[in-house]
Nanobody, 124 residues
Framework: QVQLVESGGGLVQAGDSLRLSCAAS????????MGWFRQAPGKEREFVGA????????LLTDSLKGRFTISRDNAKQTIYLQMNSLQREDTAVYYC?????????????????WGQGTRVTVSS
């Protein structure tokens, strides 16, 4: 059974940093591309970034480049989302997801597995 478990969320102030983790089990992690999405209150779930299983360049949505970084540790079967200079607009539930695809990683539909999410709240 595939499980994706996010952790690291919390309540922080604007300008702070957080590192989210997503621990995976029950899948061939080294052969899985992993993505991060987020859903703010009253909004649709949106793409944050992804890292392909091939070891290629991680993707990040343009508006987050320079503040967010995605990485993966295949030995720990974990991916990370480092978030710096957090802003109120970053308040959301953050989800990780897994797929065997290499393409279309910014699209929700390519992901077969999802975690339950971890909440990030940024106060000003």
């Amino acid at each position: 059974q595939v499980q994706l478990v996010e952790s690291g969320g919390g309540l922080v102030q604007a300008g702070d940093s957080l590192r989210l983790s997503c621990a995976a089990s029950g899948l061939a992690f080294s052969g899985s591309s992993m993505g991060w999405f987020r859903q703010a209150p009253g909004k649709e779930r949106e793409f944050v970034g992804a890292i392909p299983w091939s070891g290629g360049t991680a993707l990040l949505t343009d508006s987050l480049k320079g503040r967010f970084t995605i990485s993966r540790d295949n030995a720990k079967q974990t991916i990370y989302l480092q978030m710096n200079s957090l802003q109120r607009e970053d308040t959301a539930v953050y989800y990780c997801a897994a797929t065997t695809n290499l393409y279309g990683l910014d699209t929700r539909g390519v992901y077969a597995y999802w975690g339950q999410g971890t909440r990030v709240t940024v106060s000003s």
